[in-house]
T-cell receptor, first 114, second 112 residues
Framework: EAQVTQNPRYLITVTGKKLTVTCSQN?????MSWYRQDPGLGLRQIYY???????DKGDVPEGYKVSRKEKRNFPLILESPSPNQTSLYFC?????????????FGPGTRLTVL | KNEVEQSPQNLTAQEGEFITINCSYS?????LHWLQQHPGGGIVSLFM???GKKKHGRLIATINIQEKHSSLHITASHPRDSAVYIC??????????????FGTGTRLTIIP
């Protein structure tokens, strides 16, 4: 089944404790992206990747890191999480051309930073 | 002012009614997406448009590039259409900067 998977789905952590949210897709998509969704603000793009070893900042990259060492995986790293990073996070992928193609979304990761 | 504005923010209608959700943007774009977010949180892509009109089942999406406006229509609405509908745009026409900018969504509730 074609899908985007994220892990964990739910995470409660404390300020400053490094964490990684994994994202994997099995559709051989070149483009992958991370978003956060907050009430009243909607979805905002954190980072995106056009292909392996190619990443770029979205609109809200501060406090986040990403890497794209393999085509199927695009982990989101919070080196020192803070409470303002409490949010619902979505990973998405699409074929080359990114925003010019249908986006496939993961199920979301709800993160709470205490 | 947000680059992408959706209206209405909330919409409640009776089953069977014709639904229209609007998306206006203030900058030049090269692609526009309509997404559906289910009550459980999952997001599904409905349409990607760069011009004209697309139809899938009871859903129709249109875009007017000159007027910087897109609409999503649902015919014969059903309670299972209850969801948040989100408009997203790829700003600009030059390559590079391949990111999406989102509206804040329209919450649709269809009453049986």
């Amino acid at each position: 089944e074609a899908q985007v998977t994220q892990n964990p789905r739910y995470l409660i952590t404390v300020t400053g404790k490094k964490l990684t949210v994994t994202c994997s897709q099995n559709m051989n998509h070149e483009y992958m992206s991370w978003y956060r969704q907050d009430p009243g603000l909607g979805l905002r793009q954190i980072y995106y990747s056009m292909n392996v070893e190619v990443t770029d900042k979205g609109d809200v990259p501060e406090g986040y890191k990403v890497s794209r060492k393999e085509k199927r995986n695009f982990p989101l790293i919070l080196e020192s999480p803070s409470p303002n990073q409490t949010s619902l996070y979505f990973c998405a992928s699409s074929y080359a051309g990114g925003p010019y193609n249908e986006q496939f979304f993961g199920p979301g990761t709800r993160l709470t930073v205490l | 002012k947000n680059e992408v504005e959706q209206s209405p923010q909330n919409l409640t209608a009776q089953e069977g009614e014709f639904i229209t959700i609007n998306c206006s943007y203030s900058v030049g774009i090269s692609a526009l997406h309509w997404l559906q977010q289910h009550p459980g949180g999952g997001i599904v892509s409905l349409f990607m448009l760069s011009s004209g009109k697309k139809k899938h089942g009871r859903l129709i999406a249109t875009i007017n590039i000159q007027e910087k406006h897109s609409s999503l229509h649902i015919t014969a609405s059903h309670p299972r259409d209850s969801a948040v509908y989100i408009c997203a745009v790829r700003v600009g026409t030059n390559f590079g900067n391949e990111k999406l900018t989102f509206g804040t969504g329209t919450r649709l509730t269809i009453i049986p």
